[in-house]
């Protein structure tokens, strides 16, 4: 081999180790990039997970301290009670006062049966809450505006009448816009009524009609509530 030959065949050597080390080195770098992108990501994600963990736990936390505080407040009454707020009464609106028609006024109430029938907060009925009960029961308004209850059979006899607890007492002018009453005064005067058994009978079948049709509560003269008991008296006291 001559020289000329030795001296290509060293260049081409030396090419050779050089594109080797290179792409060697260029093999390296790639492989120490994939390993820091790798690690990263993980110590990323890692690092993520350990926050939203501590962030959950001290959520839970917050969350726990809010519903101790939530039933605390609910268990307690916010009040001072001052002695001046002792010494105060509860206000209440008094009752408003129930008017009696002269007709009931004046009779002994021994010869008398009479029952309120009205709401128990003594909320008023108007004009066409009573038109309507009455057409439902039967009602007929009289000479005096009051409703009246005649018995169906061959005497046509006046079984009870009603009267209003508001003034003026009667149902005269039920038919203006703002007619309204606190209740219906459902009566029987024993010295006008030839049968007192029938018509107080009567009087209960359309007492029961009238509070069932207008959701009323019914009372007795002294505004205690009727009772079974107080029903089964009069009827023994009418027997005697």
């Not at 001296?7 to 994939?34: E, K």
């Not at 009870?160 to 606190?182: E, Q, Y």
């Not at 006008?192 to 009609?209: F, G, I």
Request: aromatic share 8%; hydrophobic share 40%; glycine share 4%.
């Amino acid at each position: 081999m001559d020289a000329a030959t030795f001296r290509w065949a060293l260049v081409i050597i030396a090419l050779l180790i050089a594109l080797g080390i290179y792409f060697y080195g260029q093999h390296q770098s790639r492989l120490r990039r994939r390993n820091a992108i790798d690690t990263f990501t993980r110590e990323e994600i890692d690092s993520a997970f350990v926050e939203d963990e501590q962030l959950r736990t001290e959520l839970n936390n917050l969350n726990q301290v809010l519903r101790e505080n939530e039933a605390e407040e609910n268990l307690e009454d916010f009040r001072i009670d001052s002695p001046l707020e002792e010494q105060k009464t509860p206000f209440a609106l008094p009752d408003p006062e129930i008017y009696v028609h002269h007709l009931v006024a004046k009779r002994d109430s021994a010869r008398l049966i009479n029952y309120h029938l009205r709401h128990g907060d003594f909320r008023l009925i108007i004009g066409e809450e009573v038109q309507a009960a009455a057409q439902q029961a039967g009602l007929k308004t009289d000479a005096e505006g009051l409703l009246e209850y005649r018995q169906a059979d061959d005497t046509g006899d006046v079984a009870f009448r009603i009267a209003s607890l508001s003034k003026p007492g009667d149902f005269a002018n039920v038919g203006d816009p703002d007619f309204s009453t606190l209740g219906l005064d459902c009566f029987i005067d024993l010295d006008d009524c030839e049968n007192p058994q029938l018509a107080y009978e009567t009087l209960l079948k359309k007492v029961d009609e009238l509070v069932r049709f207008l959701n009323l509560k019914v009372y007795q003269a002294n505004q205690e509530l009727l009772t079974i008991s107080d029903v089964t008296e009069t009827r023994k006291s009418l027997l005697d």
